[in-house]
């Protein structure tokens, strides 16, 4: 049976989650830093083997959710679309009365069609642009 917990994964779980779905794995200090900043992460197990992963980060208002994984031999019974679901419900959870809240990402290559089955909107849209970023390596 899958379990979903609200934990966040320690760096040797992310860093084996991404590996498990061919994503690179960066600066070990970098991961600690920011898994420590999330606002709040799910880890989906089995027994206790972890086999998918998400989080969110932000300031209350904006929230962007990441690191959205799923272990290969897990995929396609849904354990993506429940995660992500609780996810968005917290940042649902922790908004105040009368206040509005915006929960972002940017979706992998191929993956938009999975985050619009949930409920997200493509960007650019009736009422935005479009999503602009900078990346730089060092
Ligand atoms: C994308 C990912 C998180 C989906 O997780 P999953 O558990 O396999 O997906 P689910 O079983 O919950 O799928 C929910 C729905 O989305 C659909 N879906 C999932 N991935 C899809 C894709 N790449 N393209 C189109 N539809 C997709 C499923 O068919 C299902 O549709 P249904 O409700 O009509 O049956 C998973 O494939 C993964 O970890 N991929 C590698 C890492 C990655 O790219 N993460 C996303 C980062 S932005």
């Not at 994984?69 to 993506?80: A, F, N, S």
């Not at 009365?97 to 089955?117: M, Q, T």
Request: hydrophobic letters at 40%; aromatic letters at 10%.
């Amino acid at each position: 049976m899958i379990t979903y917990h609200e934990e966040v994964p320690d760096v040797e779980t992310y860093f084996e989650l991404r590996k498990a779905v061919d994503w690179a794995v960066f600066s070990e200090e970098q991961a600690k830093k920011a898994l420590d900043r999330a606002v709040f992460a799910i880890i989906a197990k089995d027994g206790d083997k972890p086999v998918a992963m998400g989080r969110v980060i932000g300031d209350g208002m904006y929230y962007r959710i990441c690191d959205v994984v799923v272990r290969p031999e897990y995929q396609g019974q849904k354990i993506g679309a429940t995660l992500l679901d609780k996810l968005v419900n917290l940042c649902i959870k922790d908004a105040p009365e009368n206040s509005r809240i915006s929960v972002d990402l940017i979706a992998a290559k191929g993956k938009a069609p999975f985050y619009l089955k949930q409920g997200f909107t493509a960007l650019p849209n009736d009422e935005c642009g479009p999503a602009l970023r900078k990346v730089f390596y060092f």
